[in-house]
């Protein structure tokens, strides 16, 4: 399984991006998998931001993206969606996506493939 993580960039505080995750391999089917959106800033621990599941679709945000992020998915193109909008600087981070086939966790440890990262970066 890959994933491949695109849309990061440079934004101004109070803009918009959205990120998407590719998800190919073999027999892959993205209805299987959870697929959860984590980040990583230079100092931090990485830390869960959103996450969307197989089940029925149930949409888990953390607590400073909640009403910011949009979190969806296209199965027929195998693909996650974050839509971040009003984005601080302490968005600033390098985000990864990453595929479960169990239900959606916080947890980093949880999920079994992970992409390489896209930067964003929420700068004046």
């Known amino acids: 399984v890959q994933l491949v993580e695109s849309g990061g960039g440079l934004v101004q505080p109070g803009g918009s991006l959205r990120l998407s995750c590719a998800a190919s391999?073999?027999?892959?089917?993205?209805?299987?998998?959870?697929i959860g959106w984590f980040r990583q800033a230079p100092g931090k621990e990485r830390e869960g931001v959103s996450c969307?599941?197989?089940?029925?679709?149930?949409?888990y945000y953390g607590d400073s993206e909640k009403g910011r992020f949009t979190i969806s998915r296209d199965n027929a193109k195998n693909t996650v969606y974050l839509q971040m909008n009003s984005l601080k600087p302490e968005d600033t981070a390098v985000y990864y996506c990453?595929?479960?086939?169990?239900?959606?966790?916080?947890?980093?440890?949880?999920?079994?493939?992970w992409g390489q990262g896209t930067q964003v970066t929420v700068s004046s």
């Open positions: 990453a595929a479960t086939e169990d239900d959606c966790s916080g947890y980093g440890q949880e999920y079994d493939y």
């Open positions: 391999g073999p027999g892959f089917v993205l209805d299987y998998y959870a």
């Open positions: 969307i599941s197989t089940s029925d679709g149930s949409r």
